[in-house]
């Protein structure tokens, strides 16, 4: 195996992750199968409890590995499917080492952070790159390891020296340390200033890591000047100093990185020249291109309740920008805080709920996605009523499809106070219910995650047309609660299908009102196998829908065009 590490310093957001796929895009684009690991030095031991509002969207694997939105960008990036083990943390690293402790492991030894947590984060990382995650058989040729955080971080310390002895045990031509750094400018004279990037690549050397390429974010080019003096501080040759400056979507950075032949420095380095290819990007190119070069727009309402970080919906964002490239789209994504809606707010904040409602009744389509908590719910039922009075195209995803059911519930079969138990415990009409798949007194694990199969209950529906007209979808899932299945009957009897279920039945997975041009609801999430060239076909009837597509389009898939 061969290893590329990703490391950072000066500050954290370089796009140290954007970075590290985007090598791993261009080795692949030489040919070379190529696995990734994100090391996060937190110690929470997955993402599951993070909250989305400091941390970002959780990222949600086909195993059920609640992760790093960083496993995210790398499977998208290198459309592989990775496993909850490519994502290590401090408190997975440190309770297996303390579990093997309790089981008298360790012989009487006094267990410590050297040898024995470095030796499990190397066992760890020798073990998981092993992981084929492309669907071939065997090991990947290189793993790229992003190590979080930014060097000298004191809870990155155990990773940094474990990754040293790795350096070492695996020798020269396996491992490449590709160290991020920032360029800042300063003053009226705009003079790019070397001199954090030199403080930090010592701090690597000090703790035993030396560099082998530089990749400098910077808001425009590098000069020469600035190239040579890095070079001759950071003891880095010229031409492994690679320069990732500002660019109009990311899809750019692979390429950035091919023009300035990251992947001869980084193959020379690994002695993998004489079997690699020249980097192949011709279609990412085009992608990027596209992108970049689109006019026409789509409005998408997206009401959540983290809407003040855009990256809690990560993957949404994601998806929705992969199907609307696929209608030569730009997405206009106008994001509505869901408690703007609600009538309380139209007392205390009425400025920004009529704002909250133009922008609601100005877009193409309404999209309710995912969420824990009661806040914002009432705004969000009532933007999913908007949608469904009004022929919006509406797409809910997760608490979005709980969302459609609440508010059909109360407004069609009049039962005001229909809701999920997580909202209101006493409710007389729980239409959503705590459903475990587990024991229902076993305290944790009670998410139901991951991986799960519906089955299509007819084939006469949009979302069995979308998916191509299988039998079953395969979709991610993350959530407690779900539709009651008692209440299905009367749903359905007026008007709201479960036209896809799990294998007992008993679990809702998609409904759709076939009386409207496009009212899904999902309880998994598709957004997380959502691919750049690959769209999810939810997200793209969504936007065909909203765009006035989805019938053509669906004829024209009918009749194998
Ligand atoms: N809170 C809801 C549940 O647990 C929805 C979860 C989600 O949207 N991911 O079922």
Known sequence: MKYVLVTGGVVSGLGKGVTASSIGVVLKACGLRVTSIKIDPYLN???????????????????GGEVDLDLGNYERFLDVTLTKDNNITTGKIFQ??????????????????????TDAIKDWIESVSAIPVDGKDGPADVCVIELGGTVGDIESMPFIEALRQLSFSVGQDNFCLVHVSLIPVLGV?????????????RELRALGLTPHLLACRSAQPLLENTKEKLSQFCHVPAANILNIHDVPNIWHVPLLLRNQNAHDAILNQLNLLSIAMPPALQDWTMMAE?????????????VGKYVGLTDSYLSVVKA???????????????????????????????????????????????????????????????????????????????LGMQIAVIEFARSVLGLERADSSE????????????????????????????????????????????YGNTQYVEERHRHRYEVNPEVIEVLEEKGLKFVGKDETGKRMEILELPTHPFYVGVQFHPEFKSRPRRPSALFLGFILAATGQLEAHLKSHQNGV
Not at 45 to 63: I, N, R
Not at 440 to 459: A, C, V, Y
């Open 290 to 302: 596209t992108y970049d070069n689109l006019t026409n727009s789509v409005r998408i309402a997206m």
């Open 189 to 201: 004279v705009g003079e790019q200033k070397t001199k954090p990037t030199q403080h930090s690549v």
């Open 96 to 117: 297996s080492v303390i579990e093997k402790e309790r089981k008298g492991d360790y012989l009487g030894k006094t267990v410590q952070v050297v040898p024995h947590i």
């Open 45 to 63: 031991t997955d993402a599951g409890t993070m909250s989305p509002f400091e941390h970002g969207e959780v990222f949600v694997l086909d195993d």
């Open 320 to 398: 929705l920008l992969h199907a609307c490239i696929a209608c030569s789209l730009k997405p206009s994504i106008d994001w509505i805080a869901a408690s703007d809606l609600e009538e309380d707010s139209a007392k205390s904040t009425p400025e920004a709920h009529a704002a909250a409602w133009e922008t609601l009744k100005n877009a193409a389509c309404i999209l309710v996605p995912g969420g824990f908590g009661d806040r914002g719910v009432r705004g969000m039922i009532l933007a999913a009523k908007y949608a469904r009075e009004n022929s919006i195209p509406y797409l809910g995803i997760c």
């Open 423 to 466: 909202f209101d415990t006493d409710t007389p009409n729980p239409v959503v219910i705590f459903m475990p798949e587990g024991s229902r007194t076993h305290m944790g694990s009670t998410m139901r995650l991951g991986s799960r199969r519906t089955l299509f209950q007819t084939p006469d529906c949009i979302t069995a047309k979308l």
